[in-house]
């Protein structure tokens, strides 16, 4: 059974948890530095809206309101969560306070960088020519003159769109004779498409 639970934290949870991590380690880090340059009350009411202060009480606005007298308030603890948020989490120990810091996971994960092999990649793509063309690519090879009778455009344009599709790798080419044919790196772009389909289900 632990090690059915294993696998699947492992499938389902183990690549969030890699951006998690660094998230959380790096927010640990940046809230050590906010806490300590202000007064901690202030800080923990900047934690969530649903708290005030009234009459040196510290009100925690719930379903039921929960209140602390300033005075008897003899420790906070914060913990980062990603389960929390949007509702205000605490608990009451005594004279310690235990509030939660929602960290916001959907942020986290729309705020993850495109891997920059994609980019430079739909950089080159944003051009309908060069799509077209790989398209011709893709059924087979051809020469730059074949291309341009296709398309009607000049070979000279269509030199220069191949240039940039090979400087990106995603053609190939081979001399035979006189002419150089042309062929489109499939492997290249299914890889990027696996790359780009990984981001946006992450």
């Known amino acids: 059974l632990i090690k ?41 009411l900047k934690l969530h809206s649903g708290m005030e202060i009234i009459n040196q009480k510290l009100r925690m606005k719930k379903e039921v309101n929960y209140e602390m007298n300033l005075e008897d308030i003899s420790s906070v603890h914060i913990f980062p969560s990603v389960f929390t948020g949007p509702h205000l989490m605490m608990d009451i120990r005594d004279t310690e306070l235990v509030l939660y810091y929602n960290l916001d996971f959907y942020s986290i994960t729309m705020a993850k960088d495109i891997p920059e092999d994609i980019m430079d990649i739909m950089k080159v793509l944003g051009d309908e020519s060069r799509v077209k063309i790989l398209k011709i690519l893709w059924q087979g090879s051809a020469t730059t003159q074949s291309i341009s009778q296709i398309l009607k455009l000049a070979p000279s344009t269509i030199s220069v769109h191949l240039k940039l599709l090979k400087r990106a790798n995603l053609v190939k080419s081979e001399q035979v004779k006189k002419f150089v044919y042309y062929e489109a790196n499939k492997e290249l772009l299914e890889e990027t498409w696996t790359k780009l389909n990984q981001y946006l289900n992450d």
């Open 4 to 44: 059915i639970f294993e696998e699947y934290w492992g499938k389902v949870f183990g690549s969030e948890w890699k951006t998690i991590k660094q998230h959380l380690t790096n927010t640990i880090e940046e809230q050590k530095k906010v806490a300590s340059r202000t007064n901690m009350l202030e800080y923990i």
